[in-house]
């Protein structure tokens, strides 16, 4: 097995342990167990936890490589709508990648938040700097014609309050149950949710009060498709086609 082919068993194999157990509950002698390897192996590889991260990340933007399709999007109100109602229905729904690999990275952003913090502020670093641009640039467009409300969140404030409401709707579904007692089913909550997030960043009511149509979600998706699936905790919608 060549190098490359190493470091990427090893990360297989203790992505889902860290998800279980936490970065700091896991010791190297368990990462190699887990892969089938040394301990020194795991060191030639990985000499950092840092480093690790890293590479749980690179695979992890790879594990979806329909959302890149988001970065190429025009700067526009209507990009601003579809990147809220994508980010909730791909954090809540798993709805525009591999919804397990999803759940995974949810688990290991809230173990690291509770222990140094080290992976959620390399994961988060990498999602700012990948989205953040098409998103500030879509508010500025959204203000140049007049739907955006003067004065405003910070962009890159904005950005982030919306994405702390969709990720908490979503660490409310980890437990298998939804454990908030939303009034509706799930997709009544998505949909309340990014209307909520979008009044907040500064929408007028118009574009809010817009209807949204799922099958708008297919421009993230290469082969123009959209499936939501049922996930846990009920909800969830028919598979749809488009494009």
Known sequence: ???????????????PVFARKGFSGVTTREIAEAAGVSEALVFRHFPTKAALYEEILKLGCLADPDLARLEALPPSTDT?????????????????GDRQMMITRQRLVL?????????ARVHFADVGRRILPTYTASLRAAEQVGDLLPGGLAPVNAF???????????????????????????????AEAARFILRGIGLREA????????????????????????????????????G
């Open 111 to 119: 173990h690291s938040m509770m222990e140094d913090g080290e992976y």
């Open 207 to 242: 574009v809010v009060a817009a209807p949204f149509e799922p099958q708008r979600l297919a421009v993230f998706t290469a082969g123009g498709h959209y499936d939501v699936g049922a996930g846990e905790g009920g909800g969830g919608s028919p598979t749809v086609s488009a």
């Open 1 to 15: 097995m060549d190098g490359a082919a190493r470091r990427r068993l090893i990360v297989d194999s203790v992505t």
């Open 80 to 96: 601003l709508v579809l990147m809220t109602y994508g980010m909730l229905r791909h954090l809540v729904l798993g709805a525009l």
């Open 160 to 190: 982030w309050f919306g994405c702390h409401v969709a990720a908490q709707v979503a660490y409310g579904r980890l437990a298998g149950q939804d454990v908030y007692p939303y009034q509706g089913d799930l997709e009544t909550v998505v």
